[in-house]
């Protein structure tokens, strides 16, 4: 014997005669100044996000929804730019924190600070705040390392054996320029691609880095 089901529980979901679902023949309500807001909330409860982000995402939700009618038939005013205003001041919304969250995950997945100013610059943050939160010579040069031994170029795919073997340089060449053209395009400067591409062994860039961090030290001690 079967269990016990409700129609709706057996119905839900199942092609109708013209071939669409249940659920894809429910039309979701049109928005009014309350639903936007529960929308808007949610959105930001669940993602980290941009005023600019929140803004072009609930502009969309109205051009899929419509606009609610209020009793008089007229369409209700939705302000989607005063509504997003409103959770920045909340602090539902932060384009500082965004930039410092989305900055700290790029570096740490080995991309340089041109592609966090374009991931930056894409979710709308300020220039202003791109400049605050652009990674400094530190974490790019620490970035670039962590790109170069993750795909094993320069000095981290060389071994033992590599050294003394004869190499062809027109090999060698095209190697070196697929490696520099990977590191470009994650967003690094050419001056760090070329140091640790060129440089003898890893701990020569071992050497670099903390170069930079030394470098960086000194400059917030002189801050103080």
Known sequence: MGTNSSPDSRDYGRPSADGNSARRRKKSRPLDESLLRDLALSYAARFATTGSKLEAYLARKIRERGVAEDDDGRSCDLDVPALVSRLIELGYVDDDAYARMKTRDLTSRGYGARRVEQALWAAGVEDT???????????????????????????????????????????????????????????????????????????????WLMEARDDDDNEKHDRI
């Open 129 to 207: 705040v791109r400049e605050d939160n652009a990674p400094g010579e530190y974490r790019c040069r620490e970035a670039a390392i962590m790109l170069a031994t993750k795909r094993r170029f320069g000095p981290f795919g060389r071994s033992a054996e590599d050294e003394d073997a004869p190499q062809d340089r027109d090999e060698h060449r095209k190697a070196r320029e697929k490696q520099v053209a990977a590191m470009l395009r994650a967003g690094h400067q050419y001056e760090h691609v070329r140091f640790i591409l060129d440089a003898a062994n890893s701990g020569d860039i071992e050497d």
